[in-house]
């Protein structure tokens, strides 16, 4: 490959990689069996994403309320993330420790 050919490609790299990075509004960290911060507000039309920081365990993000929906497991160093259209209070859980609580509360 020719330098000028290499410079390209790393820069249409690093132009993907600042369009992509914080593509959401919020993070939620999921550590020590709890979510930090168990709370967020975004508004309308907003992403959040849950990033597990734990060690050696999985969880899921399971909303409890109308319409429930749960993700897929979300393994050490891997993310899960969900688009909020409606305001309103989204309460959550982690599927398989559901003493892990969190709570999404979107504003129009």
Known sequence: MRPSS?????A???SLACLTEGA???EVRIENYAFAPAEITVKA???VRWTNAEKRVSHSILFTGPGGLES??????????????KPGRYPYVCGPHP???GLVTVSP
């Open 72 to 85: 897929e497991r979300i393994f050490p160093d891997e993310s899960w993330e969900r688009r909020f259209e």
């Open 45 to 47: 039309g907003e992403t």
């Open 99 to 101: 003493e892990m609580k």
């Open 6 to 10: 290499s410079r390209a490609l790393l």
């Open 24 to 26: 959401w509004a919020a």
């Open 12 to 14: 249409s790299a690093v």
